[in-house]
């Protein structure tokens, strides 16, 4: 065995233990829903004075104290069924980010999400350093940087990831959010002199520049940094020059193969705002840290290895999947992977959950670009409400190329997250596919599904489906006849 065999052994046998809340919420959560503490004691396989002492700030370790938190969890999605999210948005995990998120001291020391090094506060569950201060006074001597020809030696696929050494994309204190998109839209319209066509031109050339401002702006005074040149493991980097990495965004491409006897109208439905409403998703906060075994973690994000289950319902609606022709393991984006579980859960029982072999995760929430995502929403919906059409193509190519150049682009140097280019992709489609599901279970004849805005149906959508130019809404794109006479 090598030094770094016996290293990834070591490392493999550390387990972090699960989070619990504070002794005095234990309780709190207990009595909240009538429970006596023999209650509790029996379904554990404890005594109730143990529960007891749990209760009083003693600590349960090991597979008990992962049962007692799993137990805990539950205990408060019920107290508090508000903070839960609906099937159909999301699947049901708490927010980590928001105004609410307790601080707690913890005994010893743990990784923290961000950078790695140890931390001695948790908020929401998570170990981690409470300013950026903290992160880089915790960071390890820097050596002298090598010669810019040298080799960058890429780190071994299963140890644990060192802190990222590309500065941070910085906090910064609250204060006033800047119309920064109506600025640039004015200054732009300014020096073209009105000529709206070169203005526009102007503004969609500095699209993801702007856009990354933005970011930064809509940042000031968050709860978690953003890391925006983390390791990525090698299955999230292209084979060639002009090729793509391992990861499987599950694209819808499915066509109806039959429909009833006779014409029918179909109607084409062009969903408003794909991406944008995708940057709503469970992202990794800091470098992605690698796993193997048959489990997820609600808490984390990121990339998954899996053998998905068959899918019986072809005939009606699109694999959750997308279309693939070979068999076996794929690796797939927290989305998808989410999708799967929520399809394969008792309240759908449509297919077998996925086997999952191995993961790449870091601790994540759903709403780190929350407050960017709110401020192009609103831009948007001034701009079609005020009929501006060069402030509506700006906005749509910032979240689009935001979007898109996440991943090996010389276009965003600012920010190298392929992982969540992919996420945010996974789940415009997941998004499309979920409204496919929507229509089927009104009674709605799906008959296609493409990409992440294109939905045909037959049957009365507008009963289903409200019609406008809003994120929240779709608009009629096509209508057309197949059957009868037509030829079709």
């Known amino acids: 065995m090598t030094d770094f065999d016996a290293l990834d052994a070591l490392l493999a046998s550390v387990r972090l233990e699960a989070a619990l809340p504070p002794a005095a919420e234990r309780r709190l959560l207990r009595e909240g829903l009538g429970l006596a503490q023999a209650q509790v004691a029996e379904a554990l396989g404890v005594s109730p004075s143990t529960v007891r002492g749990w209760e009083a700030g003693r600590e349960p370790a090991g597979e008990i104290r992962t ?55 948790q908020v929401e569950g998570f170990p981690q350093h409470l300013t950026p201060e903290e992160c880089a006074e915790a960071a ?3 050596s002298t940087p090598a010669p810019a020809d040298t080799p960058r030696p890429e780190p071994r696929a299963h140890t644990p990831k060192t802190p990222p050494t590309q500065a941070r994309r910085a906090l910064q204190e609250s204060s006033d959010m800047p119309d920064l998109i109506g600025q640039a839209v004015q200054a732009a319209m300014e020096k073209a002199q009105g000529d709206m066509e070169a203005a526009s031109a102007a503004l969609l050339k500095r699209a993801i520049p702007d856009a990354m401002s933005l970011l930064d702006a809509c940042r000031k005074g968050a709860r978690y940094d953003i890391v925006a040149h983390p390791w990525v ?38 969903i408003n ?67 799967l579980l929520r399809l394969s859960g008792t309240k759908y029982r449509l297919c077998e959950p996925p086997v999952i072999h191995e993961s790449f995760t870091s601790g994540a929430t759903e709403n780190l670009l ?36 996440m991943g090996e682009s010389n276009y965003n140097r600012e920010l190298y997250r392929p992982d969540w280019m992919h996420i945010i992709r996974s789940q415009a489609f997941a998004n499309l596919w979920t409204k496919a599901f929507k229509a089927h279970n009104e009674n709605l004849t ?11 149906l037959l049957g009365d959508w507008r009963r289903v489906f409200p019609e406008g130019r809003g994120v929240a809404e779709v608009k009629v794109k096509d209508v057309y006849t197949v059957g009868g006479d037509t030829g079709s």
């Open 140 to 142: 390890p001597p820097q």
């Open 233 to 270: 493991p090698d299955v999230l980097k292209k084979k060639t020059a002009r090729g793509a990495d391992e990861i499987w965004e599950a694209r819808p491409k499915w066509t109806r193969a039959e429909l009833p006897p006779g014409a029918h109208e179909i109607t084409a439905l062009d």
């Open 446 to 456: 799906v008959v296609r599904a493409m990409g992440t805005d294109e939905l045909h």
């Open 67 to 121: 049962k007692y938190a799993y137990l805990l969890d539950g205990l408060r999605a019920k107290l508090h069924p508000e903070n839960e999210q609906t099937a159909e948005d999301s699947d049901g995990e708490g927010d980590i980010e928001g105004d609410g998120a307790e601080d707690v001291e913890l005994a010893v020391a743990a990784p923290c999400v961000l950078c790695g090094q140890p931390a001695r506060h």
């Open 370 to 405: 929350e407050k960017f995502r709110g401020t192009l929403r609103d831009a948007r919906e001034r701009a079609i409400a005020e009929d501006d059409e060069v402030t509506l193509e700006y906005v749509k190519a910032m979240y689009s190329k935001f979007v898109s150049t």
């Open 273 to 339: 705002g794909a991406y944008l409403s995708a940057l709503k998703t469970h992202l990794p906060l800091g470098s992605l840290e690698h796993s193997s075994g048959d489990t997820h973690d609600r808490r984390r994000a990121g990339i998954h290895l899996i053998t998905p289950a068959a899918w019986e319902y072809e005939d009606v609606l699109p694999n959750p999947i997308g279309n693939r022709d070979e068999p076996g393991p794929l690796w797939i984006t927290e989305p998808t992977l989410r999708l």
